[in-house]
């Protein structure tokens, strides 16, 4: 196909993708500029809601605090017990679900077992930011389509690098001409914006779309891709006429596994056939919630798996570099500073781009015969 036409449908792609979907593509990025610091802005606010808690040498053992949790809240309906973060130095949060559906959260000090406060996740401001980001407040609907959203941010990027002016000249690439016209100036703010942020926004494209449309398998194709054999899912097996081990005696299962490696959350089974999935952190790591994974049959207690984030298999290296690149966690606090820049790049483009698409369906409009024929009876 000729250079030149395969260069035209590029640049159609590029600018109606743009325009069709810019706005969604602007509710994603300045809701994402804000996510970025999610955890620190829910910690303030949480201090300020809750008070803080003063770190001692003893924490309450773990199976007390479930049991204070549940009996606090035995008369809210529906009331069941999902998960538990445990970071050191921070409230222990309990989340469940309730009759009603909601996204219910209990915080506990850890260190005098008292029950701090609760809260509705989904009608903080927060998670109603997180829920218009990930699914535009519309459920399954909506999920799928800013997974939609997040292809198009891709290809968006993909055809933007394609198409950027400073493959022929490198300095005016990234060169804005601020005393020259204001289309000129337009151009080259769409142009330099696109180009430093249009990695990042592949990025974060590509794992938004991984994670919104599980019909596409990606993360099949990953470990056919990187030739890994993929394990299969988990899954307690029920001993008839027995019930499930003590939640004390599978953490001390958990604890002989893996040892010296504190445990930072883990899910409750809720089906018989659920495995008890634990998250621990060994010493010298950086991340809040450590990288050993753990998969416990909640009847025999037997370890059915361990995954060590720290000596992965080739698809679980690409796997894991899914949330630091799509939160811009990978290069600390300056990536994630960068993150909030790039978050307001869409808006930045989005606008450049309509500008340009106004002068040109002026110019359009201007020597179109109907026009001209309406100035000749004027």
């Given at each position: 196909m000729n250079r030149k036409i395969v260069r035209t449908i590029t640049f159609q792609l590029h600018r109606w993708l743009g325009l069709v979907v810019g706005i969604l593509l602007c509710i994603a990025g300045l809701t994402g500029s804000v996510l970025v610091f999610e955890q620190e802005i829910d910690n303030f606010l949480l201090e300020r809601q809750m008070g803080h808690i003063v770190p001692t040498n003893h924490v309450i053992p773990l199976e007390t605090l479930v049991n204070t949790v549940n009996s606090t809240y035995a008369s809210t309906p529906g009331f069941k017990l999902g998960y538990v973060e445990m970071y050191e130095g921070e409230p222990y949060e309990f989340r469940a679900e309730t009759a009603k559906g909601k996204d219910f959260r209990v915080f506990v000090n850890p260190y005098t077992g008292k029950v701090m406060g609760d809260r509705i996740w989904d009608d903080t401001w927060l998670g109603f930011t997180f829920k218009l980001h990930y699914a535009l407040l519309a459920g399954e609907t909506g999920t799928l389509i800013m997974g939609i959203v997040a292809l198009v941010t891709l290809?968006?990027?993909?055809?933007?690098?394609?198409?950027?002016?400073?493959?022929?000249?490198?300095?005016?690439?990234?060169?804005?001409?601020?005393d020259g016209h204001i289309k000129r100036v337009n151009f080259d703010i769409h142009k330099v914006a696109g180009i430093i942020t249009a990695i990042f926004l592949a990025f974060i494209g590509f794992t938004g779309f991984a994670w919104n449309v599980p019909q596409a398998k990606v993360e099949d194709v990953i470990y056919a891709a990187t030739f890994t054999s993929k394990p299969p899912n988990p899954v307690s097996h029920p001993i008839p006429g027995k019930q499930p081990l003590s939640l004390i005696e599978l953490l001390q299962r958990a604890d002989a596994a893996v040892p010296n490696a504190p445990t930072t959350g883990f899910f409750f089974p809720i089906k018989p056939e659920d495995v008890l999935w634990l998250g621990k952190k060994k010493p010298g790591e950086t991340s809040k919630g450590g990288s050993i994974q753990l998969f416990l049959d909640q009847f025999s207690g037997k370890v059915l798996r361990i995954q060590d984030g720290l000596n992965p298999t080739r698809a679980e290296v690409i796997l894991n570099s899914f949330s630091p690149l799509h939160y811009g966690t990978f290069g600390g606090l300056a990536t994630r500073i960068l993150y909030v820049f790039v978050g307001l790049a869409p808006s930045i483009l989005f606008i450049t781009a309509f500008v340009m698409w106004w002068y040109r369906y002026r110019v359009k409009l201007r020597s179109s015969p109907k026009q001209l024929w309406r100035v000749g009876k004027g």
């Open positions: 290809i968006l990027s993909i055809t933007g690098i394609v198409l950027w002016p400073g493959w022929r000249r490198l300095i005016s690439g990234f060169k804005i001409k601020w």
